[in-house]
């Protein structure tokens, strides 16, 4: 695990995954909805996250927040959020130090697909109100799809690694994509996919487990690589 140039604490120990994860760590996976695709000039919209352990779900957390610009046509046709639904939304100054509340404290573990985007605005946001960044560790279910599941970048259609396109692959069901909560919570149960499927190859953790349940989960594996 290392800090990337973006000041992000990503985790890439993917082989250590079981053992964090059974452990008891406290994950948090989570989404943004944004005005644009440049933290520096653009702003958020939306923030989601469920906030989970090997125990279960323990908490979700759903926030609209009202930009300093007007959500574009092109937005509200793809997220379904309208000026008027932002209109009387809290702002990211009143949102940010919510969520890092609802975070609890710097051991939470964070998902997100595509992470630097979705933290690249948190923390730009943050900085515009003299905060640090966020200190978590992070794990990027896109750079860890790409690890799990190497023959999808073979296949002829282009798009596999997008979160809505493991969703369909894996069967996750889409209650409304583009929403910052709905994504959070398909980001999460694709982690936990891949966390099945890559079971044979997990290093040093201790589970108790069905072992017929262990053993799908290999044979899933392998079918998959």
């Known amino acids: 695990m290392g800090q990337n140039k973006a000041g992000l604490h990503l985790f ?9 994860y059974y452990s008891g760590t406290v994950f948090v996976a989570f989404d943004t909805e944004t005005t644009g695709l440049h ?20 908490s979700r957390y759903d926030q609209l927040i009202k930009p300093p610009v007007p959500v574009t ?9 309208t000026n ?3 209109q009387d939304q809290i702002s990211s100054r009143a949102a940010l130090p919510d969520f890092m ?4 404290d ?6 997100a697909h595509n992470a630097p985007f979705d933290l690249g605005f ?3 946001e943050l900085g515009r109100m003299s905060y640090p960044p966020v200190p978590n560790r992070t794990i990027d279910t896109l750079q860890l799809a790409r690890w799990a599941y190497p023959r999808l970048s073979r296949e002829k259609e282009s798009g596999q690694y997008k979160l809505q396109s493991l969703a369909a692959r894996f069967g996750i069901q889409v209650l409304s994509a583009h929403r910052a909560g709905d994504d959070a919570r398909v980001c999460m149960e694709i982690f936990k996919r891949i966390l099945k499927d890559t079971m044979s190859v997990q290093k040093d953790y201790s589970v108790h487990s069905d072992p017929e349940s262990l053993m799908s989960a290999a044979t ?6």
């Open 84 to 86: 008027e639904m932002l």
């Open 12 to 20: 890439k120990d993917y082989r250590h995954l079981a053992r964090e």
């Open 220 to 225: 899933a594996q392998q079918e998959l690589f």
């Open 122 to 124: 948190i923390n730009a």
């Open 73 to 81: 046509e092109f937005l509200t046709n793809l997220t379904h959020i």
């Open 101 to 104: 509340r609802f975070l609890g």
């Open 106 to 111: 710097d051991k939470a573990v964070l998902i």
């Open 39 to 58: 933290s520096e000039t653009d702003f958020l919209m939306e923030i989601g996250a469920v906030k989970f352990s090997c125990r279960g779900e323990i």
